[in-house]
């Protein structure tokens, strides 16, 4: 059998060129803008929660779960847009999503009743979705490994934005007017995301490099992705991390009013200060970037969360009380969302950067997907209590024991990998 030099024709087509610095920065900040769209549509209205449930009639339980329809409908969509977005490029399905993303927003500010609050905000988290799986997606279209941790970590420089504007802004609205002003807020954002995306997001996947849309090959290539312990190790780390954050975000409005006493103007003044931990945590692995390797600063982050999460348990069973215990609460959490600075962008490094270009949307459509199924998912389960609503102690079981199965995520699947590796040499 002979063999003949491949023509050009049959090589594979190259990637374009990553972009120059000036290009780079704003790409961060359009990437940044689309990817900050699901964080600004869970944050805005936390400090309203309590006004919702008494303008609609509902249990404070009943309202936490629109929190929980959009992260699961965020968590639907990144798996259809996902691959939609690598057989028809990155620029139709996030333009799509946009616009429904605006118009379900609007339509929020117009409900009657939880239960369609419930679905319109389902509805909004599948269209939102679209900002998250493609901004990652793009950035695995033009870069690859430090240069992808890089950008991922300054990504995050923005997009931390969005949690630590989105409680104090939304604090801000309950005083020019009622909560439904949040969502006028965030309709609007979203537009403005949309002209942005017009006018300043060009194409990053040619129509040589698409994959075909097959939902055979759909499932073959999701089959691959679950069982390659490169791609799902991480995947799952970041999902579960995630769903320890998100235990905090979406339980500590009621806790913090309720069980300690603080006003909104104080619950988004605590948020706002631990939202700087994240970022201030994703800019020092940008700095680590070259000089420790990407799995040991995930580990140790993995290490700071579970540690702050340890001293988070010691307070639950302790009792603290009084604005100290404010106090002590904001410095655990700043040491916590610190240490997830450090796990979300590498985490999202090893599993993205493990897989070909062509199947970066629906590698990050699963990768999306589990991190806000378990974020939507983990989170509900600190309100199971004999209340109903979540307490600290509740909370710090939940994030305990979603952090612990991270760490072991990671370390298992990490060792899977080596010996993969060493058997392929």
Do not use: H
């Amino acid at each position: 059998m002979t063999t003949s030099a491949p023509t050009q024709e049959s090589a594979p087509p190259r990637p374009p060129a990553p972009p120059a610095r000036r290009a780079a920065a704003l790409l961060v900040l359009v990437l940044g803008a689309l990817t900050a769209t699901g964080p600004l549509a869970t944050d805005l209205y936390l400090p309203a929660f309590p006004q919702i449930a008494a303008d609609l009639g509902a249990p404070q339980a009943q309202i936490q779960l629109t929190l929980t329809a959009i992260m699961l409908g965020l968590a639907l969509g990144q798996l259809l847009i996902g691959p939609l977005s690598d057989a028809l490029g990155r620029r139709g399905p996030l333009l799509a999503g946009l616009a429904v993303f605006t118009l379900t927003s609007f339509l929020c500010a117009l409900v009657d009743s939880a239960p369609l609050l419930i679905g319109l905000r389902f509805v909004q988290g599948v269209a939102g979705a679209a900002g998250a799986v493609i901004a990652r997606a793009v950035v695995r279209d033009l870069f690859e490994g430090d240069d992808a941790a890089r950008f991922f970590s300054r990504l995050m420089l923005v997009t931390g934005l969005a949690p630590l504007l989105g409680p104090v802004l939304g604090a801000q609205l309950l005083r020019l007017g009622p909560w439904q002003l949040s969502f006028v807020v965030l309709g609007a954002a979203a537009l403005a995301s949309l002209v942005v995306v017009v006018f300043g997001l060009p194409e990053s996947l040619p129509r040589e490099r698409r994959a075909e849309l097959n939902l055979a090959r759909l499932g073959a290539t999701a089959g691959r992705l679950v069982r390659d312990a490169a791609f799902a190790g991480p995947a799952l780390t970041l999902g579960l991390s995630f769903g320890m954050m998100f235990t905090y975000i979406s339980s500590f409005s009621f806790v913090s009013q309720s069980e300690f006493g603080a006003s909104g103007q104080q619950f988004a003044l605590i948020f706002a200060v631990n939202t700087l931990g994240l970022m201030a945590g994703t800019q020092v692995n940008a700095l680590l970037i070259g000089r420790v390797e990407t799995s040991r600063r995930l580990a140790a982050g993995l290490a700071g969360a579970l540690v702050s999460v340890a001293v988070l348990g010691a307070l639950a069973v302790g009792g603290p009380a009084g604005a100290g215990a404010l106090v002590a609460l904001t410095a655990v959490f700043f040491v916590m969302m610190f240490s997830v600075g450090f796990v979300f962008p590498n985490a999202t490094t090893l599993a993205i950067s493990s897989q070909p270009a062509s199947v970066a949307g629906t590698a990050s459509a699963l990768m999306g997907s589990l991190q806000f199924a378990l974020g939507g998912g983990v989170s509900s389960l600190a309100g199971l209590t004999a209340t109903g609503e979540p307490s600290l102690a509740s909370m710090a079981v939940v994030m305990g024991g979603v952090g612990v199965a991270a760490a072991l995520a990671f370390a298992v699947t990490a060792r899977w990998s080596r010996r993969a590796a060493a058997k392929v040499r």
